[in-house]
């Protein structure tokens, strides 16, 4: 488990999530970008809750690990999306010698 400590506040939730959640995290500050991102939280008393994180340039997140009583919290779904929108992002944060030139193709035209 990963206690997400974020603001003025933790959160315990398990820990693919957390470091799922901390490598969007610091694309988006990367690309100045911002994003809004529900993660599944362990409560004090052991039941599963939410919170709602909001994720950008001046996001200051720390995962930490540390020890439960309860299960490792875990949502496959949560992750999946937050690498694939991480390796977007990534994808987005083009270095100027991988951008194609700017040739058209030969069965088109330009209209000017």
Do not use: C
């Not at 488990?1 to 603001?7: D, S």
């Not at 500050?29 to 362990?42: E, Y």
């Not at 039941?47 to 994720?55: C, E, I, M, W």
């Not at 779904?77 to 977007?88: D, G, I, M, R, W």
């Amino acid at each position: 488990m990963q206690l997400i400590h974020y603001a003025d506040g933790s959160v315990l939730t398990g820990s693919t999530i957390a470091l799922a959640l901390v490598d969007y995290a610091q694309i988006l500050a990367s690309n100045g970008s911002a994003a809004a991102v529900q993660v599944p939280t362990r409560q004090d008393d052991g039941s599963v809750g939410r919170a709602t994180f909001l994720l950008g340039p001046a996001s200051q997140i720390v995962a930490v690990d540390t020890a439960s009583e309860f299960a490792e919290l875990e949502d496959t779904e949560l992750v999946a999306f937050l690498e694939s929108e991480t390796a977007k992002q990534r994808g987005a944060a083009v270095r100027p010698e991988e951008q194609s030139s700017d040739v058209v193709p030969d069965d088109l035209e330009w209209n000017e």
